[in-house]
């Protein structure tokens, strides 16, 4: 069934996908940041205007950066990269792009990421086209089980 995600979900069309965790509050970046920072297979890097971030900076203090700059944050997961932006209060975005995600390895990866974010936030976490919240192709509860639709 992997081969039809696969080919299903991402196949490389020129778009992103969409990992939304749903139901957020800001706080729940610093708890996200500081889950991956502690893991040996994930690098975290922020960026303002492009330009990668040194110092530490809380998500308060991003957040009012990015009222001025554009601030992303970029996590390499397992050897995916996977983008953050803090478009939304209530969601937190993350893109990935389909030219990563080129065997049943990285499809795994990426599962395992949501799954990992769905446990450790209590959120449910769902992978989508880009831009098009409302056509879930994954989905990722909080008890870890994960729904293809």
Do not use: C
């Amino acid at each position: 069934m992997r081969d039809d995600i696969l080919n299903k979900y991402f196949y490389q069309d020129g778009s992103l996908r969409d990992i939304y965790i749903l139901q957020t509050h800001y706080s729940d970046w610093d708890l996200i940041l500081d889950y991956f920072k502690s893991h040996l297979y994930v690098e975290v890097f922020i960026f303002r205007d492009g330009e990668e971030i040194l110092e530490r900076h809380s998500i308060k203090e991003l957040l009012i950066l990015k009222k001025e700059f554009s601030i992303s944050i970029n996590i390499v997961y397992k050897g995916i990269s996977i983008s953050g932006y803090f478009y939304e209060d209530d969601n937190i975005e993350f893109d990935i792009t389909p030219k990563e995600i080129i065997s049943l390895e990285e499809v795994n990866t990426v599962i395992q990421f949501m799954k990992e974010i769905a446990k450790f936030t209590n959120k449910e976490v769902i992978l989508t086209p880009e831009m098009e919240m409302n056509e879930v192709y994954i989905r990722a509860l909080p008890t870890g089980e994960i729904i293809f639709l």
